[in-house]
């Protein structure tokens, strides 16, 4: 069955991200000012799920490339999301983060990448990218969409251990939740 082959897929590459990374990075995202998010195609609609959801928990966050997005700052703290780690916007919004003082996480299948070098912290998520390196996990399924899901999952662990850091219930998340549908 194909689904069970994908969630094999996903638990072979979640067995091998430490919680207590997972942890560690909520800590960090929980002790930012403002928290600041890039990704471009699927990585960017992961990230921007992830940033959608810290803001249900009460984090100050911002998507970048979105109209009303501010200078960041001091303080602050930005996300980075490229499965390769070398999406030449990824990159140079992290290398431009890290100029101005401000801490980077990068989320990436690659350590050695171009966005591992411009981060503090890197989440080392070891899926299957669309170039299909030698050294990458093999998967049935087509482009990252291993690292998507992965990435996803990883993300909601992350709000999870936030929302306890932060003493943030369910209910109070849904009162941060859209009442305009």
């Known amino acids: 069955m194909i689904v069970s082959t994908i969630l094999k897929e996903i638990e072979t590459v979640l067995s091998q991200v430490a919680e207590e990374q997972l942890q560690e990075l909520a800590g960090e995202l929980q002790k930012a000012e403002r928290i600041f998010i890039i990704g471009e195609g699927r990585s960017g609609l992961m990230a921007k799920s992830f940033a959608m959801r810290l803001m249900h928990l009460g984090a100050t966050v911002y998507v970048v490339g979105e109209t009303i997005t501010p200078a960041i700052g001091e303080g602050d703290l930005l996300v980075s999301v490229s499965g390769s780690g070398t999406t030449k916007s990824v990159v140079w919004t992290s ?13 990436t ?3 050695e990448s171009p966005l591992a070098a411009a981060a503090t912290k890197i989440l080392h998520v070891p899926a299957a990218t669309k ?14 969409s291993l690292f998507d899901q992965c990435v996803h999952l990883l993300f909601d662990t992350i ?3 936030y929302s306890q850091l932060s003493s943030v219930s369910n209910n109070d998340a849904f009162a941060r939740h859209s009442n305009l549908e």
């Open 95 to 107: 290398e431009k983060t890290q100029s101005l003082g401000c801490q980077v996480i990068a989320v």
């Open 159 to 161: 709000c999870l251990q």
């Open 131 to 144: 170039y299909r390196r030698e050294n990458e996990l093999k998967t049935i399924q087509p482009l990252g």
């Open 109 to 111: 299948t690659n350590p």
